[in-house]
C-alpha cells in the first residue's frame, strides 16, 4: 500500500512537522512499506470484537478530592525557552 | 587501604549486606561503581551522565526517561537538551525513599523507540559481551551498565520489549512487570497503554528486591492497582507442581537462530529436570499479528503524546516568525528519525477516514491477544519461550531498515500487549553471546516468575560477566577484600 507525497505533506501538517525534502522523500517510502506490513491486521474479521483502551482491567481510579499546592511559579518556567512576567513567550500567532 | 569490590560480581543483595554488616560504607560501593565507569563507560557509553548522591543504600542507574528532580534528563532526544524536572517520578521518589542514590542517567533510544539504543541522539551504547554489537534496546544503557558492572541494578521502561530484549542481548535478568503495577507519573510518555517501568539486574532475587521498592498504587497515576499479593523473595529450587507452556508460535517463529533455540530448549529440559510440567499451547494470532497491531497502536499514542514538545514550555526551540512556524521548525529540528516516522505513523493511523481501519481495528486485534494469552495462562502456570529472535547484532546491521529493526521485538510484543508480566533470564551463550529465557506470567503474576525464574537461575548457572573480562574476575568472590 503506498502512500503519496500529498498524503505525506498533509499528516506532517497535521503532526506540527516542517520536514525537509529530502525527510519526504523518504518517509514516503518508508511508511509505505511500514503500513504494507501493518495492514495485515485488516485480514481479521473482528466486528464484533470489543476494542481494549488498555490491557488492565481496571476502571476509574478515584482519589479524594483534597486540595494540594501546586509548583511554584519559577519552577513551572525554568525550562520554558522564553518567560516574561510569569508567562510563556511565543512568536505572535501571525507575522 | 579502600576495599576491593568486584562490581562485575557484586549483586545489589549482597551489596546492601555489607553495608548493613557495616563491612562497606556506601561512599566506598559508589566509589567501586564510579571507578568502574571511568574504567569502561568510555567504550560502552552506558551513561550520558553520574551525579553525585550521599545516600546511604545501594546505589541504582535509572534510564534517561525517568524524570530526577535537579537532574538533566533527555529521553534520549535533543528536543529535551538541557531539560531539568523540577519533580521526582514517582519510581524515582521511591528508590531515593529506599535510600538507594542515584548513580547516573543511562543512555536510551530518543523517547525509547527503538531496539539496538543507537536511535540516541547522543551516540550508541555499545554490547559489553562485543562492543561492535548493539546492547538492545530501548533500554540499552541501563542493561549494558549491569551487565559490565557499572550499576548493581538499574530502571528501565518498557513498551513492547524495552527492558526485557536488551537484558537478553546483555545476558542479565530483566523484568516487565503487569500493566498497572507500577507508577508512571514523571515518566517521559512512549505509549500510554503500553509503557511500564522495570527492573534490570544480575539475578531473579535483585530484580524481585527492586521491584518490591517501586511496585504498588500510586495516586498520582490512576491506571496502577494495588498489588493483590506481597513481593516474595524466591528460594525454592523446585519447580515442583509448575506448569510450563511452550507456546509453538513463539518458539518457531520465522527468524529464530538455531543457537537460541538450542539454550532455550535446554533450559526447558532443565525445568523439567527440577519437576515442572512441560506442555506446548497455541497462541495462533498473537505473533502474526502482535507487531503489525503494536506497531499501530504504540505509535498512535506516541504521536499524542510527542505532540507536547512544542518548544513553549520546556525543552529546545527553534527559530520562527510565526507561532506555528516556531512549533514546526521545533520539532523537525529537535526529533531523530525514529520519532518522526512513528510521529508520522501514527499521526496518518488516527487521521480521519483511517482511524477505524488501522487504530480501532489494533485495539480489537489486542482483545484477541489478550484472549489466546488467557486461555493458555488458564492451562499453565507461565508460558516460555526465546526473549530475542537473535543474539545481539552488529553495530549498524539494522539501522537503515525500521521493519528489520521491529523484528527484534516480535517475541516480546506479544505479551506486552496482553499487559503481561514477563521475564528475561540469560539461558546459555549462542557464537558466545547471551540468549535470553522469556517466561510469560498471568497478570500480577511476579511472584511466580520469581520464583521459576529463580530456580531455573540456579540450575543453568550462567556466569553474567562477560568472557573477556572474566580473568581479572574471581568467579568465587562475592565480598570484598581489603588490601593489605
Request: charged share 25%.
Amino acid at each position: 500500500m503506498a502512500i503519496s507525497r500529498e498524503e505525506v505533506l498533509h499528516v506532517a501538517k497535521l503532526a506540527q512537522l516542517a520536514l525537509t525534502e529530502d525527510e519526504i522523500a523518504q518517509l514516503t517510502d518508508e511508511l509505505g512499506k511500514i503500513l504494507d506490513a501493518v495492514s495485515v491486521v485488516s485480514e481479521l474479521d473482528l466486528a464484533d470484537v470489543p476494542p481494549t483502551l488498555h490491557p488492565l482491567d481496571l476502571m476509574n481510579g478515584w482519589e479524594d478530592d483534597v486540595p494540594r499546592d501546586s509548583l511554584p511559579l519559577e519552577d513551572v518556567l525554568a525550562n520554558a525557552p522564553q518567560a516574561e512576567n510569569g508567562l510563556f513567550r511565543v512568536p505572535a500567532w501571525r507575522q | 587501604m579502600a576495599p576491593v569490590v568486584d562490581t562485575l560480581r557484586l549483586t545489589a543483595e549482597d551489596a546492601g549486606d555489607l553495608l548493613r554488616r557495616g563491612e562497606l560504607t556506601a561512599a566506598e560501593l559508589r566509589s567501586a561503581y564510579l571507578d568502574a565507569i571511568a574504567e569502561r563507560d568510555g567504550e560502552l557509553h552506558c551513561f550520558l551522565r553520574t551525579v553525585e548522591s550521599d545516600d546511604d543504600g545501594v546505589p541504582i542507574a535509572l534510564k534517561d526517561v525517568i524524570s530526577t528532580k535537579g537532574v538533566e534528563t533527555t529521553a534520549g532526544s535533543r528536543i529535551l537538551e538541557g531539560y531539568v524536572p523540577v519533580f521526582d517520578a514517582t519510581v524515582a521518589a521511591r528508590v531515593k525513599t529506599a535510600g538507594l542514590g542515584l548513580l547516573g542517567k543511562t543512555n536510551t533510544d530518543e523517547f525509547a523507540m527503538g531496539s539496538s539504543t543507537e536511535n540516541s541522539a547522543y551516540g550508541p551504547t555499545r554490547n559489553p559481551w562485543d562492543p561492535l554489537r548493539v546492547p538492545g534496546g530501548s533500554g540499552g544503557g541501563s542493561a549494558a551498565a549491569v551487565t559490565a558492572g557499572l550499576a548493581p541494578w538499574a530502571l528501565g521502561s518498557d513498551t513492547g520489549g524495552s527492558i526485557k530484549q536488551p537484558s537478553a542481548l546483555c545476558g542479565n535478568v530483566g523484568l516487565r512487570p503487569t500493566y498497572g503495577s507500577i507508577s508512571r507519573y514523571g515518566v517521559v510518555a512512549f505509549a500510554s497503554s503500553l509503557d511500564q517501568v522495570g527492573p534490570v539486574a544480575k539475578t531473579v532475587r535483585d530484580v524481585a528486591l527492586l521491584y518490591s521498592i517501586i511496585a504498588g498504587r500510586d495516586p498520582l497515576d490512576s491506571t496502577t492497582a494495588e498489588l493483590p499479593e506481597a513481593v516474595r523473595l524466591p528460594e525454592s529450587e523446585s519447580l515442583a507442581g509448575i506448569r510450563i507452556g511452550v507456546p509453538t508460535e513463539l518458539n518457531e517463529a520465522e527468524g529464530i537462530e538455531l543457537g537460541v533455540t538450542d539454550a532455550v530448549e535446554r533450559a526447558i529440559g532443565l525445568a523439567e529436570e527440577l519437576g515442572a510440567e512441560v506442555g506446548e499451547c497455541s497462541l495462533p494470532r498473537s505473533v502474526r499479528y502482535g507487531m503489525p497491531c503494536y506497531y499501530l497502536i504504540a505509535p498512535a499514542e506516541a504521536s499524542s503524546n510527542l505532540a507536547r514538545y512544542d518548544g513553549v514550555r520546556y525543552g529546545q526551540r527553534a527559530d520562527g516568525a510565526s507561532y506555528q512556524e516556531m512549533v514546526d521548525r521545533t520539532r523537525d529540528a529537535g526529533f531523530g528519525p525514529e520519532p518522526k516516522r512513528r510521529i508520522m505513523l501514527g499521526t496518518y493511523a488516527l487521521s480521519s477516514g483511517y482511524y477505524d481501519a488501522y487504530y480501532g481495528q489494533a485495539q480489537k486485534v489486542r482483545a484477541l491477544i489478550i484472549e489466546e494469552h488467557r486461555e493458555a495462562l488458564a492451562r499453565f502456570d507461565v508460558l516460555v519461550s526465546p526473549t530475542s529472535p537473535t543474539v545481539a547484532f552488529k553495530v549498524g546491521e539494522r539501522a537503515a531498515d525500521p521493519l528489520a529493526m521491529y523484528a527484534s521485538d516480535l517475541l516480546t510484543i506479544p505479551s506486552c500487549l496482553a499487559g503481561l508480566p514477563g521475564i528475561s533470564i540469560p539461558c546459555g551463550l549462542s557464537e558466545g553471546l547471551p540468549v535470553g529465557l522469556q517466561l510469560i506470567g498471568p497478570q500480577f503474576g511476579e511472584n511466580l516468575l520469581f520464583r521459576v525464574g529463580h530456580a531455573l537461575e540456579q540450575a543453568l548457572e550462567f556466569d553474567t560477566v562477560p568472557e573477556r573480562w572474566r580473568a581479572g574476575s574471581d568467579p568465587t568472590g562475592q565480598t570484598p577484600t581489603r588490601s593489605a
